[in-house]
């Protein structure tokens, strides 16, 4: 007598075969390929005008603004950090925020008007530009600029190396600042390695 198995992969709907399927083949990408599993849930087309206007009124690497809010907030504009970090640059209205109302001489806006896309994009280059521009005269400076943007500029001193060419992260002794610094670098290499190689290929 033929038996009959109750469970088949015809007896599967179609959709839910290639949901599976399509969970597969992320996992076997982010196992082989070493891909990061968050990269592929991100849309970075979001904002991308708004993000090269900022970039450029405070001269900084688009590449380098788009590997910060990547690791920042995925480029979700409404996420809010474990610590009340805002937006797409995860602002502290206590630190960047109040810090650069303070230097412009306005009001601190309140934590709503920091959701705004345009605003957020503002204050985060704006801090970051002013961090990057302090540790300029240093061989690794955009590390300890990072560092700062992260974990604050009295621990950037704090780790900053003694003679100027020397390496920055092994000084981070933050574990979790000195993941951050390093995503956020290997990240900024990546996409400029990328765009020169889309140029040359358009050569």
């Known amino acids: 007598m033929k038996k009959t198995f109750l469970f088949s992969i ?76 805002i937006g797409l640059m995860q602002l502290m209205p206590s630190g960047s925020v109040a810090e650069w109302a303070r230097v412009k001489k306005t009001v601190v806006p ?18 970051l530009a002013r961090c990057i521009k302090k540790w300029k005269s240093y061989k690794h400076g955009t590390e300890l600029a990072l560092a700062q943007y992260n974990a604050g500029e009295k621990h950037a001193l704090r780790w900053k190396p003694e003679k100027k060419d020397a390496p920055v992260l092994p000084r981070i002794s933050w574990p979790g600042t000195r993941r951050y610094v390093k995503y956020i670098m290997n990240d900024y290499r990546r996409r400029v390695a990328e765009r020169n190689k889309n140029v040359k290929k358009s050569r």
Not at 110 to 127: A, M, P, Q, T
Request: net charge negative.
């Open 110 to 127: 309140s934590d709503r008007e920091v959701f705004d896309v345009k605003l957020n994009l503002e204050i985060g280059c704006w801090y």
């Open 10 to 85: 015809k007896n599967i709907p179609a959709l839910f075969r290639i949901t599976a399927l399509l969970l597969l083949a992320i996992m076997l990408a982010v196992v082989f390929c070493n891909i990061d599993p968050e990269s592929i849930l991100v849309d970075e087309t979001l904002y991308a005008e708004e993000i090269s206007r900022a970039a450029a009124r405070h001269a900084l690497p688009q590449d380098l603004v788009k590997a910060l809010i990547r690791r920042e907030s995925h480029f979700n504009a409404n996420a809010v950090g474990s610590h009340g970090e």
